[in-house]
């Protein structure tokens, strides 16, 4: 073999080898855990659904979609909110009204994953995850949080259970809609329904108000049980006078006497008072 045939057999075999390892690269898919790949055909979905691990796939003919089947989060959060927060699709706050017209934000929740069973009918009658979230849990989920909130007066949400009726009640409306959609919604969360300061502030002077009515309340009371009570005493002391007026005798003022006498007699005595002396035994 000549060095020119010799030099064209290295070429082919490290042109064979490039081939070999383009195909490779090519026609392997990883599946990581928690997703599942739909395989595609000429970007016709075959119905065919990888699971976690590796698999083979024709190269340049088959592709793959991916979906995540672990749990996700969308959540709404001011511009502020969403560099803090650790949501894997993050939109902003909701605004809508209560039925008696008060304007509130509404800021909330949404976890949920995709149904690796209906992986495939999800790439063919929906899209990838992008367009899943997009399609389905955005705009499900913000038509009820704001159409929810104006079934509720503004007191129900403000200070009552408000928010918990709304979060179960936005649950209730898109747990059926994430079913038939190929998704399993795990929860809903209502963080917030945010009131304008203005009603806040309408709302706070009430309540000081309401605190000021109960404690003129509390006062009026007050002096309403001191005054029975000061009655009840005059009456009872009284009442004890009468008695006093009516079994007092000369021989318990003659004791009562005794009692408060020091032992020292008086030094001057007048009248019929010498005779009220009580005759003590001399030593």
């Given at each position: 073999m000549n060095e020119n045939s010799f030099t064209g057999t290295l070429v082919g075999l490290g042109l064979a080898?490039?081939?070999?390892?383009?195909?490779?690269?090519?026609?392997?898919?990883?599946?990581?855990?928690?997703?599942?790949?739909?395989?595609?055909?000429?970007?016709?979905?075959?119905?065919?659904?990888?699971?976690?691990?590796?698999h083979v796939i024709t190269p340049f003919v088959q592709g793959t979609m991916r979906y995540n089947t672990k749990k996700v989060i969308y959540e709404t959060a001011t511009a502020e909110g969403q560099k803090k927060s650790q949501a894997d699709y993050k939109d902003f706050p909701v605004d809508t009204n209560t039925w008696d017209g008060q304007q509130v934000d509404v800021y909330y929740t949404v976890r949920f994953?995709?149904?690796?069973?209906?992986?495939?009918?999800?790439?063919?009658?929906?899209g990838n995850q992008e367009a899943l979230v997009e399609k389905v849990v955005k705009t499900e989920s913000r038509i009820w949080a704001?159409?929810?909130?104006?079934?509720?007066?503004?007191?129900?949400?403000?200070s009552g259970n408000g928010?918990?009726?709304?979060?179960?009640?936005?649950?209730?409306?898109?747990?059926?809609?994430?079913?038939?959609?190929?998704?399993?919604?795990d929860s809903v969360g209502i963080r917030e329904i945010k009131f304008s300061d203005n009603y806040v502030g309408a709302i706070e002077a009430k309540q000081?108000?309401?605190?000021?009515?109960?404690?003129?309340?509390?006062?009026?009371?007050?002096?309403?049980?001191?005054?029975e009570a000061a009655i009840t005493n005059a009456e009872a002391q009284a009442k004890a006078q009468e008695l006093q007026k009516v079994t007092i005798s000369?021989?318990?003022?003659?004791?009562?006497?005794?009692?408060?006498?020091?032992?020292?007699?008086p030094t001057?005595?007048?009248?019929?008072?010498?005779?009220?002396?009580?005759?003590l035994p001399m030593k």
């Open positions: 080898l490039f081939l070999g390892i383009i195909l490779l690269f090519t026609g392997v898919r990883t599946v990581d855990s928690g997703e599942v790949a739909v395989v595609t055909s000429f970007g016709k979905v075959t119905g065919r659904v990888l699971e976690p691990g590796a994953s995709v149904d690796p069973t209906k992986a495939a009918w999800v790439a063919q009658n929906v704001r159409n929810i909130p104006r079934r509720h007066s503004a007191d129900q949400l403000y928010s918990t009726d709304v979060q179960n009640e936005i649950f209730k409306a898109l747990e059926k809609t994430f079913s038939d959609n190929g998704l399993v919604l000081i108000e309401a605190v000021k009515v109960e404690t003129e309340k509390n006062k009026a009371e007050q002096a309403k049980f001191q005054k000369s021989e318990l003022l003659q004791k009562m006497w005794i009692e408060r006498w020091d032992g020292h007699l001057y005595m007048t009248g019929d008072s010498a005779s009220n002396l009580i005759q």
